[in-house]
């Protein structure tokens, strides 16, 4: 609790009960022990004290919002399996075939992304939503349609032989590239838009994807996500998606030597110039 407190300026008062939230709220000891451990495996970019403060903060959220300003809030999450985010499977309410994305409930509204027209969604931990006495079966079906038609918009702006930057995933309201993966309309729009049944698609980061690989290096992909932050990193290499599944492409070898084991050409393309 002090390291919570400390580096995350939370509002807290430590008490013999329990701490005392933002001045109101009494969270009990034995609930912040079931807190310190979110039931998934350690992550190297999480620290010890990120599950503690991911609950204070989804407790006085749903203190403030109530039950109706929840179900107006609530909204699909996707999540790469393994991601820093991730809360563990108690959360996952949809896993997508392939094994790479998993789905779970956030609430929007109340944080406010680098980019001023972007509404972050956080993730709501469902072992705190039941500490608080709310049902998230209850919740996810009204945010599954919502994802499902939130993707038939984004599907919508897909065009088949696009170029430019229609060809750049973006994010469409307040849900992510990664969440829009996880409406299955959205999936069979990109499959299909080649007539291939199947897309291989670059999303290293949440909010932003890739479709055209093949005029794109073999590297940026890993490259992109290891340089994007943890928590907004998305796959760290290429997914294959249809419009049942995204699985991640494994790497069969390292990125740089895809590119350098190509030949150099016989012949420049360059104009023959004194000067370059």
Same mark, same amino acid.
């Given at each position: 609790? &002090?390291? $919570?407190?400390?580096? $995350?300026?939370? @509002?807290?008062?430590?008490r013999d009960a329990g701490?005392?939230?933002?001045?109101? &709220?009494?969270?009990?000891? @034995?609930?912040?022990a079931e807190a310190s451990y979110d039931g998934g495996p350690a992550h190297p970019d999480r620290p010890d004290w990120a599950p503690v403060?991911?609950? =204070?903060?989804t407790r006085a959220v749903l203190a403030r919002l109530g039950p109706e300003g929840l179900a107006e809030r609530a909204r699909p999450l996707g999540l790469p399996v393994g991601h820093m985010l991730h809360p563990g499977p108690s959360w996952v309410r949809e896993a997508v075939l392939g094994g790479a994305l998993e789905l779970g409930l956030g609430y929007t509204g109340l944080a406010v992304d680098a980019d001023p027209g972007l509404l972050r969604v956080e993730v709501l931990d469902d072992r705190a939503?039941?500490?608080?006495?709310? %049902? !998230?079966?209850? &919740?996810w079906p009204e945010a599954r349609a919502y994802l499902e038609r939130i993707g038939a918009v984004a599907a919508g702006r897909l065009r088949p032989h696009g170029r430019g930057s229609e060809l750049v995933l973006r994010p469409v309201g307040d849900a992510e590239v990664t969440t829009l993966l996880g409406a299955r309309g959205f999936r069979a729009a990109l499959a299909g838009a080649d007539g291939t049944?199947?897309?291989?698609?670059?999303?290293?980061?949440?909010?932003?994807?890739w479709l055209d690989l093949r005029a794109i290096d073999p590297a940026f992909a890993p490259a992109a996500a290891a340089a994007t932050t943890a928590e907004r990193r998305g796959f760290p290499g !290429?997914? =294959?998606? $249809?419009? %049942?599944?995204?699985?991640?492409? !494994?790497? $069969?070898t390292a990125p740089a030597r895809l590119v350098l084991r190509d030949p150099a050409p016989v012949e420049s393309a360059l104009p023959d110039v004194l000067y370059r």
């Open positions: 609790m &002090l390291a $919570t407190s400390v580096l $995350t300026e939370a @509002d807290v008062e430590p701490v005392l939230v933002e001045g109101h &709220l009494l969270i009990g000891w @034995d609930e912040l403060a991911r609950w =204070l903060r939503l039941r500490a608080a006495g709310f %049902d !998230p079966a209850q &919740l049944g199947m897309r291989a698609v670059a999303v290293p980061m949440r909010e932003r994807g !290429p997914v =294959l998606v $249809t419009a %049942d599944e995204v699985s991640l492409i !494994p790497a $069969t």
